[in-house]
Each structure stands twice: as structure tokens, then as C-alpha cells.
């Protein structure tokens, strides 16, 4: 039964993918040295014979023939006696080598055998696993939803190993459900009590990367180049790119005709609007690319403090913005400065500015307001008012009592 057990083991050894031949003898070695040292507290004077394309091996001791009277070591000596048993024309000093049968080791040692070979074996997978994970960092895989929990979601790649993609890595409106094919990147690679954990994301820039790598081939050919991504997992992305051949367009190729290929990408990201923009050295006109469709009239750049005051005329402001400031916001991380929009207005002396209210309105109304591009009365005065409901989350009640406040300031002027 003993033997059974070990050569299954041994074919689970020799079914290892990318381990070397003379690593898996090497560990195989180790392992019956081991045992030896254990049962003889010596190792020196066996040979070991592994054939691993069988599975299977021979343990051969080497002892010399000592007179009877003088054996001393049994571990290294054999008597003249015992070694005309195995062969009548020995002699004393002669070398006798013989084989140990591995029913000689006892059950419990076979058993040991075993476990410390099926040890080793499992930390060989653990350890190979984690180099081939470790070695695609940022690499686009493809698995199936194997269960799903509050705060993660296991997926098995194509070789059943178990990959987790946490629900912070997900897309917000990602619905994953047992049995869906997923794609993402590998995140992140670490040991955790000697066990390999391969974290997967939908939600780092590098994942849109080789989604775009995928759809347009001048990307994956090199000849157009993704310069920088910034994004807001399942809102909105910005993506700068740069063709290294004046005869392609980097924006056109990366939509493709009529969007083909950016539509499989926005798919992929649950309606994730992307931008794709023509990257440029020169932050102004990178600054007015990254903020369209507004139309920016002025730009003042201050590089001691990284930040850059545009300047727009009021119906622009809200586009440049965008929904819950999300625009303006990546345009900042694109461009690498904060961004800080004003308006270009001619009534702009007669305007009131919304802080001004402050004690007739509450600051989270006031900031509300802001995140939609409106800093003045007159910038939300301007706003109808189904707009102002829909585009800010507001109470009707509360936009009608603020749309008074704000009138009254000028009804008295």
C-alpha cells in the first residue's frame, strides 16, 4: 500500500509543468536523504537511483566487510558473515552494496515519506504559481466567476488556479454572477502565509490600456503610443495618445469608423465615457484639448504653484466642469496641474458672488451649486430651473426657496 501511495505521488511530482529536470531530481533527493538521516542518522554511504519518467526509484546502501568480531559501525560495516548470504565469494575488506526495499522503513516512515513529498510538491506549485503571476504584472487575463462574496469575487483562470478580484477593483455598476467570463489585469502579486494571492483589477489605467491595446493595432504595433489614462472607473476616462507616423491619426484610429472601435471598450466598461485626446508638449493646448467640448478664451499657467486659471464664457463653464466636476477633474490629472475655472463675463461687476449668501443659504447648497459650474446669482439665475433640479440632486423645494433668495438680491438693486 506504501508503494502505491509514493508513486502517486511521484506521478503528481512529474505532472509539474515548467520545473526543470535537475531541480525535481534535486528535491526528490532531498526528500529520501532526509528520511535516510532520520532512520540511520546518515546519509553518506547510499545511493540514490531516481527514474522519474517511470516514477518510481532504488535506494542502494554501501557497507565493507569486517571480520565478525569486529563490527563496530552496522550503518557502514557489514559481517563476513551476512555477506556470504548475499554473495558466497566475499571477503573481508570487499565493498558490498545492496538494496533497501522500502517495506524496510516501516510504515510510519513511508507515511512521513509521503506527507514531506507531497509538501514539497505543493510548495513547488505555490512558488511556480507565484512566479508565472509575479512575471505578468499589469497583463491583461481572462477567467470565470467561481463565486462571488460582499467583498470580493473568486475567478478560476484557464488552469483552475484561484484568482480575487475585490470589489474595490471592480467597475461600480460590474453585476458579476457564477459562471461569467471576466477580464481584467493582474494588480498585484504577494505571498501570503506561504500562499500565493493574485489580485485582479477592472479599475487601474492599465486595464483600459490593454483594452485599447486589443481593439486598435497600431497601439499593440507601436505605432501610436498611449501617453497617459486617467479615469474614474465606470464615469469617465481621458485618454492622451500620440502617433509616432504624421500620416495617421492617433484620435481617429483609436475610435475607428463610426466609434467601431471604441464601442468595445465603452462596452467592456459598463458605458464608461473615454475621451481620447491628441497628446501635446504644449500645456495650453493640451489644457483646451483636455476640457472640450468647452471652449476655453483664456489660460494664465502658474508653474510655481502647478495650477492654471481658464478662463470661459458663462454658457461654457458647466461643460468644462462636467457632471459632478468629473471633467474638470480628470482634465487636472491629465495635465498635471490644478485646474481652476473662471468666468469671462461683462456683467461680471454686477454679478454677486454665491458666498455671499452664505448666511441666507447653507454651504452644502452653495458647493452643490458650484459642482455645476455656477459661482454667482447670475450664473444660476441663468439655469432654468427643471435644470438646476436635475443637474444638482436638489429638492425642488429647496432650488425654489434658493431661486428666490438669489432674485430678491437683484429686485432690490
Not at 81 to 92: F, H, N, P, R
Not at 262 to 267: A, D, S, T
Not at 363 to 391: F, N, Q
Request: charged share 35%; aromatic share 6%.
Amino acid at each position: 500500500m506504501e508503494n502505491i501511495n509514493l508513486t502517486e505521488t511521484f506521478t503528481e511530482f512529474k505532472e509539474l509543468k515548467n520545473i526543470d529536470r535537475p531541480t525535481m531530481m534535486g528535491v526528490l533527493e532531498d526528500v529520501f536523504r532526509g528520511t535516510l538521516l532520520k532512520l540511520y542518522g546518515s546519509d553518506d554511504n547510499f545511493d540514490i537511483i531516481i527514474n522519474i519518467d517511470k516514477g518510481d526509484f532504488e535506494i542502494w546502501r554501501n557497507r565493507t566487510i569486517v571480520a565478525d568480531d569486529e563490527l563496530q559501525d552496522p550503518i557502514r560495516e557489514i559481517t563476513l558473515t551476512e555477506a556470504q548470504k548475499i554473495d558466497d565469494t566475499y571477503e573481508v575488506g570487499d565493498e558490498v552494496t545492496d538494496e533497501v526495499k522500502l517495506q524496510k522503513f516501516g510504515r510510519r516512515a513511508v507515511l512521513a515519506l509521503r506527507q514531506n513529498l507531497a509538501g514539497r510538491i505543493s510548495d513547488m506549485e505555490k512558488q511556480q504559481l507565484f512566479n508565472k503571476y509575479n512575471e505578468r504584472k499589469g497583463e491583461l487575463v481572462v477567467g470565470e466567476v467561481y463565486q462571488t462574496w460582499k467583498k470580493e469575487a473568486l475567478i478560476l483562470d484557464d488552469d483552475g488556479n484561484e484568482l480575487v478580484l475585490p470589489k474595490t477593483e471592480q467597475i461600480p455598476t460590474d453585476f458579476l454572477r457564477k459562471g461569467d467570463t471576466v477580464r481584467a489585469i493582474v494588480h498585484n502579486v504577494e505571498m501570503r502565509n506561504n500562499t500565493p494571492v493574485i489580485t485582479l483589477s477592472r479599475c487601474a489605467p492599465e486595464f483600459l490600456e490593454r483594452l485599447f491595446e486589443l481593439e486598435v493595432p497600431e497601439i499593440f504595433d507601436g505605432i501610436i503610443t498611449i501617453k497617459k489614462i486617467v479615469r474614474i472607473p465606470g464615469e469617465r476616462a481621458k485618454v492622451a495618445v500620440e502617433s509616432y507616423d504624421e500620416r495617421i491619426d492617433p484620435v481617429g484610429a483609436c475610435v475607428g469608423m463610426k466609434g467601431a472601435r471604441i464601442h468595445g471598450i465603452v462596452r467592456e466598461l459598463k458605458n464608461e465615457n473615454i475621451d481620447v485626446i491628441n497628446y501635446t508638449n504644449n500645456t495650453q493646448l493640451l489644457v483646451q484639448r483636455a476640457l472640450n467640448p468647452a471652449k476655453v478664451t483664456g489660460i494664465k499657467i502658474n508653474e510655481e504653484t502647478k495650477r492654471i486659471e481658464v478662463y470661459l464664457q458663462p454658457d461654457e463653464i458647466s461643460m468644462a466642469i462636467g457632471k459632478g466636476g468629473l471633467n474638470i477633474k480628470l482634465a487636472s490629472q491629465l495635465v498635471g496641474y490644478e485646474i481652476d475655472v473662471f468666468r469671462e463675463d461683462v456683467e461680471q461687476e454686477e454679478d454677486v458672488n454665491l458666498d455671499e449668501f452664505s448666511d441666507e443659504i447653507d454651504s452644502w447648497i452653495i458647493d452643490a451649486l458650484k459642482a455645476i459650474g455656477c459661482d454667482t446669482a447670475k450664473s444660476v439665475l441663468r439655469i432654468p430651473r427643471e435644470d438646476l433640479v436635475k443637474r444638482t440632486d436638489l429638492e425642488e423645494e429647496t432650488v425654489d426657496a434658493v431661486l428666490k433668495i438669489l432674485s430678491s438680491e437683484f429686485e432690490e438693486e
